[in-house]
Each structure stands twice: as C-alpha cells, then as structure tokens.
C-alpha cells in the first residue's frame, strides 16, 4: 500500500512564477492537508480538503495561494507569483476520515526554492 | 483560540530517560497526537492521547492531564537516532502543532 505521495520532491523558481505542489494521497484516503514549514520551525497549517471541497482554509494566506483536490487526481496547491518568503518544505498529509481523533499520515514533503 | 508551548531544545546522554513536555490551550480539544520529524524528512506518527493517563509503547509514553492542559513524551533507553524534533499536535480538529522540541542525544 503506497504511501502519500508528493511531487516534486524539490522546486525551483525565480520570483513571480508560479509553482504548483501535487500530493496523492495514501490509498483509500479521502481527507488531505497542507502544511508550510519554514527553515527552523514548526508545521504551520494552511488547508484542508475534502474531495471537491475545501473544509477549512483558515492558514491559507489571503493571496496568490489557492489548494483544489478534485474528484479525479491529486491534491494541487498552487502558489502564484512566487516570492522569496515562500520558500519552504511544503507537507501533504491525508487520513481516512476527518482529522479529529485520526492519525495523519505525510508524505516526503516539497521543498520549494525561490530565487 | 489555540496555543501550544513546548521547549525549543533539549539535550540528552545515550542510554538515559528524557521528558518531553507540552502545555496547550485551545477553544475545542480532540486529543493531542505527538509526532516525531527527522531532519530534512516528513513528520511520522508516534502517539495519541485521548483520556488522561499514560500510554506506553515500546521505549516512548505519553502522558495526557486533560484538566491541566498538559502532555509530556517520554523516551526511554536513548539511542542516537532518537536526536530528532517532536511536534506535539493538539487543538480543534488536530490540525495545529507545537513549534516543537529538537531533541539532541549525545554519547
């Protein structure tokens, strides 16, 4: 049984592009999250989705990023207009149900470089 | 609101007994999940505490008081790969982890 999956493991941008970040979540899992985590800290939350849904956004910056998990593929967050600040280990956990009281399994992470 | 403390770094000798603690404040509580990340690597599962009291598995416990806000980890027989951070994830809906705590294990 694979686990979750992310790609790519490692993104390099110049600023202003724009970056999209894939996570495929482990089998049979439904529920998908992303965290942010800045060199020498801790797992800041951003979202979290449903299939077609987005259940709860509230660590999502206000611009330029925006999350989908549609009905068929992965999990994309997309970060527009790419700034130096962004750059960051990006993690994508999933877990069967909601996240209350269930354990949340994640992936290898994407480390996003921004030049 | 949701708030968690842990200490930022702790250090400790092979083969000894570390404690690590967390306090949390949060507005809904759905038991409080620790976790431990390499360097370089994604976040792995090691505990979930629900009910007070002590769960033990293998050389890691841990601990919950829900009265007092309050978890600890702990790491019995040290060994070298345990140097590592461990993120203590608590509040409404477990999606809001602790800074967490760097633990270095020397010889």
């Known amino acids: 049984n694979a686990g979750v999956m992310q790609n790519p493991r490692h993104l390099v941008r110049r600023r202003g592009q724009e970056a999209r970040l894939r996570c495929s979540p482990m089998k049979g899992h439904s529920h998908v999250y992303w965290y942010r985590q800045l060199p020498e800290e801790g797992l800041k939350f951003m979202v979290y989705?449903?299939?077609?849904?987005?259940?709860?956004e509230s660590g999502m910056p206000k611009e330029r990023f925006s999350a989908e998990f549609p009905k068929e593929g992965p999990s994309i967050l997309r970060i527009q207009q790419v700034v130096r600040g962004d750059s960051a280990a990006y993690f994508c956990a999933s877990s069967s149900r909601g996240s209350l009281q269930e354990t949340q399994y994640f992936g290898p992470g994407t480390r996003l470089l921004v030049l | 609101g949701q708030n968690i403390d842990q200490p930022t770094e702790m250090t400790a000798t092979e083969g000894a007994i570390v404690q690590i603690n967390c306090t949390y404040q949060t507005s809904g509580f759905n038991g409080l999940f620790w976790y431990q990340q390499h360097a370089g690597e994604a976040p792995t599962f090691l505990s979930y505490?629900?009910?007070?009291g002590l769960e033990e598995k293998g050389r890691f416990s841990s601990f919950l008081s829900r009265s007092k806000g309050y978890s600890y980890l702990l790491l019995k027989e040290l060994q070298m790969k345990d140097s590592a951070s461990y993120l203590c994830?608590?509040?409404?809906?477990?999606?809001?982890f602790g800074t967490g705590t760097r633990l270095t294990v020397i010889p």
């Open positions: 994830d608590g509040g409404a809906n477990n999606l809001f």
């Open positions: 989705l449903q299939k077609e849904n987005i259940i709860d």
């Open positions: 505490n629900v009910l007070d």
